[in-house]
């Protein structure tokens, strides 16, 4: 019956969607308030709609419904009732109906949040919104049901994908979604403006907080993600490279330009059209990165052809949102430029001004996109053609995404620091020469001081010297000349520091992991930088739904035990996968991470151990962006209401 | 019938979030009638239609039915054998049938009381006897002592009983005697049905067993533990 009622709900919220989206277009084209206040009711019930479909499915899961297709496929009775819950939106289905929700709450938090602007612009806002969510619910409906059911159904499920009875997999879905979903609020309001044509300062405003909320969830969504892989995946990558990694990192940067045009066209009234392309084009690449990871084109591009109709539905979708956009672009966008022009005062500005250097990190941004768009795409095409297949891996990205990051990396410690309009840059090359100085000096030193020079770690620790002093360095002189230091650039603070702490993480890691893998008996003893690994046996423990051989490491020190490291090798009974269950000690100056590997002849096992310098602090500063992107959020947010 | 119930009130609330801000207004009296209309017949009809096409309303009466179905099945065949047997008590079959269908019904104290009439009734049957053990086993939460007895007299009739093997197996497994529940537990394995439900729950045991040999063993050879890794994200 519940599982009934959840499909009844999710049939009402694709009415309540398509009519919040012709309701709220055709209210604010035809000036029908009744229409607009209709499409309002509208969110607010598709919404409780959507809860009520995703409930009946995590219900579903709860109660062991194997009767339910979704169910059945994704869950086990051994399953532990977290993962159980989780296991709702592990499916394709349900990770689709997950992003459904989530947009159905940005959507009413647009309702509750807006009342001070325009009733006709939310009405246009409300309604791409509803449209988008229209689309995702017939997708849902018509070509990945999560409410199938099977008759009579099986006594006991598939069991859940085992690396994905994780708790960074609880969380890692529905912030990344957050982000995606929270980038179709500016995607929208830029609909809504190149349909009006009204687009200045007083948008941007609006637009620049939900877009750094949207911002810090995709943040955090991508730091929990590369964590999760780091001590789930066995082998203690961050960042693979990996085509489901590319997906998240390419709206991540379309984003953060967004962010910084956003600022421009807030302040100046400049860079307007350049900003509305950017919202157009983080959400389309949101939508295409959902599409890659959840089509199962990444396994087998021929996967896609197997299921003709999703297949053909996401092509299509894909299609009309961003060719529409872009069409709509085209048309519109000179109109949008010369409604602005005429009402702006100010929005020229010199090559040597703030508004220059964002615009030249923005490209930047969006050239490094181009070459992991290009390098995550490209191998699909040429396979979907038969036209053979390549491999595109990190050699490529490091040769060509680094490089491209460096000028913006160094742009981003000189860009608070220009003024407006237009700056003297001998003046600001004056002051800034010392903290480059001092960077160059701790690019040099700070390797030595490592034991051996790697261009790694001197070119992160540089970078990350300059960012961190001239970011703060810019902050003191700002404090100095104003007087206080708004919440937007306390926000900016936190997150190019952060970033730079990430970068010095990164710098130092690569330069100076070390591994070793060692075939140990009980009692044997490696050692491996600095430390001890004494080897203490491997025994069977039996888990809910796996059992584990279970290997004991006593980690020493100079002679003294530290710490006791328990990897595992889980086999889990359901779906007879293995898989890894790394022992990390996290450390402010780096990790030690241990992978039990295969059991040798004579009793021995093989096992893998990492000296990992640095490495949390990548996490740490991701962490310290997102707070940034918070604290701007809040300032953002403070400064429409005053002036609304 | 409740579905259909449940469906117009669902229905009726979302029609609630539509038609309140649409009659709150007073300014509109034109064309509101014809849109308050429209959507009464539509999203009722629209909802009803793509539930049908897409729904698989049907599966709630199969439920209802098979699940009727069973619990009348056991009912009636408890109530039916304990009939039979009143005319005719010696009849060793009817005891054991009724037995077991006394534990599926979890009615513990009977099914001892069946049971122990049919082991009297036929001491030669080796299922007899351990399927009894089984239910003092089950009434007394243990295998030790009399079970255990009535188990190896089973085995001792006949060395292939299933149910005798997999209580030796258990029994041995609690003791921590691994290897001899290893013994048991292999043999039954070979006499049942691979991939039945019962035949994976047995190997995971010999699983665990094994491990436990090793364990007990310090470190012995378990070579076959782990076939290569996968290292790929699962996104």
């Not at chain 1, 394709?92 to 947009?103: A, D, I, P, R, Y």
């Not at chain 1, 599409?291 to 021929?302: A, D, M, T």
């Not at chain 1, 090798?569 to 450390?587: D, F, H, P, Q």
Request: contains cysteine; glycine residues 10%; proline residues 4%.
């Amino acid at each position: 019956m519940i599982p009934e009622l959840g499909h009844v709900a999710l049939i009402i919220a694709l009415q309540l969607a398509l009519l919040q989206g012709i309701l709220g277009l055709a209210g604010a084209s035809r000036a029908k308030a009744v229409w607009m206040a209709m499409a309002r009711g509208a969110v607010a019930g598709q919404l409780l709609f959507v809860v009520l479909g995703f409930l009946a499915l995590i219900w579903s899961f709860l109660v062991n419904d194997f009767s339910v297709m979704n169910v059945a496929d994704h869950s086990s009775r051994h399953l532990p009732i977290e993962y159980r819950f989780t296991a709702a939106w592990g499916s394709h289905e349900g990770s689709f109906l997950l992003w459904t929700t989530l947009m159905g709450g940005w959507t009413l938090a647009v309702v509750l949040f807006s009342r001070s602007l325009p009733a006709d612009l939310v009405a246009r806002v409300i309604g791409v919104m509803g449209l988008l969510s229209s689309c995702f619910l017939a997708f849902i409906l018509f070509t990945s049901n999560p409410f199938m059911r099977l008759q009579p159904p099986p006594a006991n499920g598939r069991d859940l994908n085992p690396l994905l009875q994780d708790p960074g997999m609880i969380f890692h879905p529905p912030l990344l979604y957050m982000g995606y979903v929270g980038f179709s609020v500016a995607f929208a309001f830029a609909i809504a403006a190149l349909i009006s044509g009204r687009l200045d300062a007083v948008w941007a405003r609006w637009v620049r907080p939900w877009t750094l909320v949207a911002w810090s969830f995709l943040t955090l969504g991508v730091t929990v993600g590369s964590l999760w892989a780091y001590y789930e995946l066995g082998w203690g990558g961050w960042w693979f490279w990996d085509p489901a990694e590319n997906a998240s990192l390419m709206p991540w940067l379309a984003g953060t330009a967004l962010l910084h045009s956003l600022v421009v066209t807030e302040r100046r009234g400049a860079l307007r059209v350049w900003t509305v392309f950017l919202s157009l084009g983080a959400f389309s690449l949101s939508l295409l990165g959902t599409f890659l990871v959840r089509s199962g084109v990444l396994s087998s591009v021929h996967s896609f052809a197997q299921d003709p109709l999703r297949g053909l539905f996401i092509l299509i979708f894909l299609a009309i949102v961003i060719g529409g956009s872009l069409v709509l672009f085209a048309r519109r966008a000179n109109a949008v430029k010369i409604a602005g022009d005429l009402a702006r005062t100010t929005g020229d500005f010199k090559p040597t001004s703030r508004e220059t250097a964002i615009l030249a990190g923005n490209v930047l941004l969006l050239a490094a996109l181009a070459t992991v768009l290009l390098g995550t795409l490209y191998p699909l095409v040429l396979d979907a053609f038969d036209l053979g297949k390549v491999s595109v891996g990190a050699p490529y990205f490091n040769a060509v995404f680094v490089p491209m990051m460096v000028p913006v990396l160094l742009l981003l410690g000189i860009a608070p620091r220009l003024r407006w309009r237009e700056s003297k840059i001998g003046a600001v090359l004056r002051v800034v020469r010392w903290h480059a100085l001092a960077a160059l000096v701790l690019a040099v030193a700070v390797p030595f001081a490592f034991g051996e020079f790697r261009w790694q770690a001197a070119l992160g620790v540089g970078l990350a010297a300059w960012m961190i002093l001239a970011t703060l360095g810019g902050l003191i002189a700002r404090r100095r000349e104003a007087g206080f230091l708004s919440l937007g650039m306390i926000g900016m603070g936190f997150a190019h520091v952060g970033l730079a702490i990430g970068i010095i993480g990164i710098g130092l890691v690569s330069a100076y992991q070390s591994e070793s893998t060692v075939s140990m008996r009980k009692g044997d003893k490696a050692t491996l930088g600095g430390y001890e690994f004494v080897f203490q046996g491997a025994a069977e423990v039996p888990g809910p739904n796996y059992s584990a051989m279970r290997g004991t490491l006593e980690l020493g020190r100079d002679g003294e035990a530290i710490a006791l490291l328990l990897p595992e090798k889980r086999i889990y009974v359901a779906s007879r996968t293995t898989l890894t269950e790394a022992a990390i000690r996290y450390g402010f100056v780096g990790d030690v991470y241990v992978a039990l590997g295969e059991p040798l002849p004579g009793g021995a096992w093989s096992l893998q151990l990492y000296i990992k310098p640095f490495v949390s602090w990548l996490w740490a500063g991701a962490l310290l962006m997102v707070c940034g992107g918070l604290l701007a959020a809040l300032g953002a947010r403070k400064q429409t209401e005053m002036k609304a | 019938m409740s579905l259909w119930l449940a469906v117009g009130a669902l229905v009726v609330v979302a029609l609630l979030f539509l038609l309140t801000p649409l009659w709150r207004d007073k300014s509109a009296l034109s064309g509101r009638h014809w849109l308050t209309l429209g959507l009464l017949g539509v999203l009722p009809a629209v909802t009803v239609a793509l539930y049908l096409y897409l729904g698989a309303p049907a599966i709630l009466q199969e439920q209802a039915l098979t699940q009727a179905h069973s619990a009348y099945d056991t009912d009636a065949m408890v109530k039916a054998l304990e009939g039979k047997l009143k005319a005719k008590p010696d009849d060793a079959e009817g005891w054991y049938a009724l037995g077991r269908a006394y534990i599926a019904l979890q009615r513990l104290d009977d099914a001892e009381q069946a049971l122990a009439k049919a082991a009297k009734l036929a001491p030669k049957e080796a299922r007899m006897l351990s399927q009894y053990a089984e239910a003092i086993a089950l009434k007394a939460g243990s295998l030790e002592g009399r079970p255990l007895e009535i188990v190896m007299q089973a085995l001792e009739l006949d060395y292939e009983d299933e149910k005798a093997l997999e209580l030796a197996g258990l029994a041995a497994y609690q003791q921590q005697k691994w290897a001899e529940s290893l013994h048991f537990w292999r043999r039954l394995m070979k006499k049942l049905p691979k991939n039945s439900e019962f035949y994976e729950e047995i190997e995971r045991a010999v699983k665990i067993a094994e491990g436990k040999v090793v364990e007990a063993s310090g470190l012995g050879e378990r070579a076959k533990l782990a076939p290569p890794e996968k290292k790929q994200a699962p996104h």
